[in-house]
């Protein structure tokens, strides 16, 4: 079964940048789809970002269009999720998640169900 490890949360004030990371323990390029999802204190987990098997298709919810950035590392089998200009309602536990579904050249984060492998998440936490 594929493991994830998501690293890279942490404090920031509003305004500044994260970079998470999201390390597969083998090949998900041409494999799997990566999605980014989150989930604020007592609210339903979300779908933030997602990036296609082959890296051509990307999605973003719009809340975070224009300042989230998801790219694929494809020689160390690594997920980027680079987060700018954050905003306090960012703030959450972050996962990556991995959908079987080769040669994909779209994604969706809007259905957390088609995911099946998922990491234990990384605090992002955004505050002066």
């Known amino acids: 079964q594929l493991q994830l490890m998501e690293s890279g949360g942490g404090l920031v004030q509003p305004g500044g940048s994260l970079r998470l990371s999201c390390q597969a323990s083998g090949r998900i390029s041409d494999y799997y789809i990566i999605g980014w999802f989150r989930q604020a204190s007592g609210k339903e987990r979300e779908g933030v970002s997602c990036i296609s098997s082959n890296g051509v298709g990307t999605e973003y919810r719009d809340s975070v269009q224009g300042r989230f950035t998801i790219s694929r590392d494809n020689t160390q089998n690594m997920v980027y999720l680079q987060m700018n200009s954050l905003k306090p309602e960012d703030t959450g536990v972050y996962y990556c998640?991995?959908?079987?579904?080769?040669?994909?050249?779209?994604?969706?984060?809007?259905?957390?169900?088609?995911?099946?492998?998922w990491g234990q998440g990384t605090q992002v936490t955004v505050s002066s």
């Open positions: 998640a991995a959908d079987w579904n080769p040669r994909s050249t779209s994604c969706t984060a809007h259905h957390k169900g088609r995911y099946r492998h």
